[in-house]
């Protein structure tokens, strides 16, 4: 392909898409990647043998080996942060407001209310897996 062939280009993050049904949490033998009970999914670093299965589960590219700790790695969503009512690092970082976070069982979230307003795209749908990260405006090509 031809640079200059290229008519638009579309920047997706690699970060967890905190599945609603995730093949990470159903893969691991050990119960190391879990999702806590309003929804996040998280990796216990004490229990990952690093085996690597849900590396290769995940169809978002999102989890990779920690060549120090030699356990799987991936983005947590600022679990830590989210707790103490803060926004995650990258929400906060992000100095054009790209990136939101929200509560989408809250109907009166602003994200909840542009989910619902607005159109907007997950990532592989057809995987099943119900991602919980959404994209507004995401070309058909892209996802």
């Given at each position: 392909?031809?640079?200059?062939?290229?008519?638009?280009?579309f920047?997706?993050?690699?970060?967890?898409?905190?599945?609603?049904?995730?093949?990470?949490?159903?893969?691991?033998?050990?119960?190391?990647?879990?999702?806590?009970?309003?929804?996040?999914?998280?990796?216990?670093?004490k229990w990952?043998?690093?085996?690597?299965?849900?590396?290769?589960?995940?169809?978002?590219?999102?989890?990779?080996?920690?060549?120090?700790?030699?356990?799987?790695e991936?983005?947590?969503?600022?679990?830590?942060?989210?707790?103490?009512?803060?926004?995650?690092?990258?929400?906060?970082?992000c100095?054009?407001?790209?990136?939101?976070?929200?509560?989408?069982?809250?109907?009166?979230?602003?994200?909840?209310?542009?989910?619902?307003?607005?159109?907007?795209?997950?990532?592989?749908?057809?995987?099943?897996?119900?991602?919980?990260?959404?994209?507004?405006?995401?070309?058909?090509?892209?996802?």
């Amino acid at each position: 392909m031809n640079p200059k062939d290229i008519v638009k280009a579309f920047f997706v993050p690699k970060l967890c898409n905190q599945c609603d049904s995730p093949p990470c949490v159903q893969v691991c033998p050990v119960g190391a990647t879990y999702q806590t009970p309003d929804g996040i999914v998280l990796i216990d670093r004490k229990w990952c043998i690093g085996c690597g299965y849900c590396i290769m589960s995940c169809p978002y590219g999102a989890r990779f080996f920690h060549p120090i700790h030699k356990v799987a790695e991936k983005c947590t969503f600022c679990f830590h942060r989210l707790r103490k009512g803060m926004k995650t690092a990258c929400v906060d970082a992000c100095p054009f407001g790209a990136r939101l976070i929200g509560n989408l069982k809250d109907p009166n979230d602003p994200v909840t209310r542009i989910v619902l307003s607005q159109r907007v795209a997950v990532l592989k749908d057809s995987f099943g897996t119900k991602p919980q990260v959404y994209y507004l405006g995401m070309d058909e090509n892209v996802r």
